[in-house]
T-cell receptor
Framework: GAVVSQHPSRVICKSGTSVKIECRSL??????MFWYRQFPKQSLMLMAT?????????EQGVEKDKFLINHASLTLSTLTVTSAHPEDSSFYIC????????????FGQGTRLTVV | AQKVTQAQTEISVVEKEDVTLDCVYE???????LFWYKQPPSGELVFLIR????DEQNEISGRYSWNFQKSTSSFNFTITASQVVDSAVYFC???????????WGAGTKLIIKP
């Protein structure tokens, strides 16, 4: 199946700093990528839909200025958590839509962010 | 509105027992897709199955089987002869035909005791 790589898998940062998470489709071009957040023992919550070459579409309640999404190429979307605080600590997962297998979502490995 | 309900928060069984995870969905779409994903402690989501709304045939893959019933809007997942490695959180998800956004259930934590 198609491969989506997410990096880093784990990151610890200090409060007030920014953290960038990368999501790459390795063997296909993804015009659309999705970013999810998952709190412990909870389901995935869609944060935003990232479209290549255009602004991301954020879900209600997600701060655009806090969670910056850039989808500058067909194989890379980035999520930057700006001025991170401990409450931003969570598991972040990206997924990419394959142009051929468009009924499936291919997921990255996830990034566990801890803000101290 | 679309919704996925996994009423079982946590299930615990002894190894080799059979276990069924329930999934009930709501949608107004006539064409839609249903999914099951496994999330082990590592966090990575593992795709298990996709079923489209036109295909009500049950599917079996090794110890895994899925029962899709449109009449009751259910898409249940059964593990036969469970193993400790099956311990994980399992998510059921729904997607409309033209909307690529997945609607997720709350997940069921499955614990298989040796």
């Amino acid at each position: 199946g198609a491969v989506v790589s997410q990096h880093p898998s784990r990151v610890i940062c200090k409060s007030g700093t920014s953290v960038k998470i990368e999501c790459r489709s390795l063997d296909f071009q993804a015009t659309t990528m999705f970013w999810y957040r998952q709190f412990p023992k909870q389901s995935l919550m869609l944060m935003a839909t990232s479209n290549e070459g255009s602004k991301a579409t954020y879900e209600q309640g997600v701060e655009k200025d806090k969670f910056l999404i850039n989808h500058a190429s067909l194989t890379l979307s980035t999520l930057t958590v700006t001025s991170a605080h401990p409450e931003d600590s969570s598991f972040y997962i990206c997924s990419a839509r394959h142009p051929q297998y468009n009924t499936e979502a291919f997921f990255g490995q996830g990034t566990r962010l801890t803000v101290v | 509105a679309q919704k996925v309900t996994q009423a079982q928060t946590e299930i615990s069984v002894v190894e080799k027992e059979d276990v069924t995870l329930d999934c009930v969905y709501e949608t107004r779409d006539t064409t839609y897709y249903l999914f099951w994903y496994k999330q082990p402690p590592s966090g990575e989501l593992v795709f298990l199955i996709r079923r489209n709304s036109f295909d009500e045939q049950n599917e079996i893959s090794g110890r895994y089987s899925w029962n899709f019933q449109k009449s009751t809007s259910s898409f249940n997942f059964t593990i036969t002869a469970s193993q400790v490695v099956d311990s994980a959180v399992y998510f059921c998800a729904l997607r409309g035909y033209s909307n690529y956004q997945l609607i997720w259930g709350a997940g069921t934590k499955l614990i298989i005791k040796p």
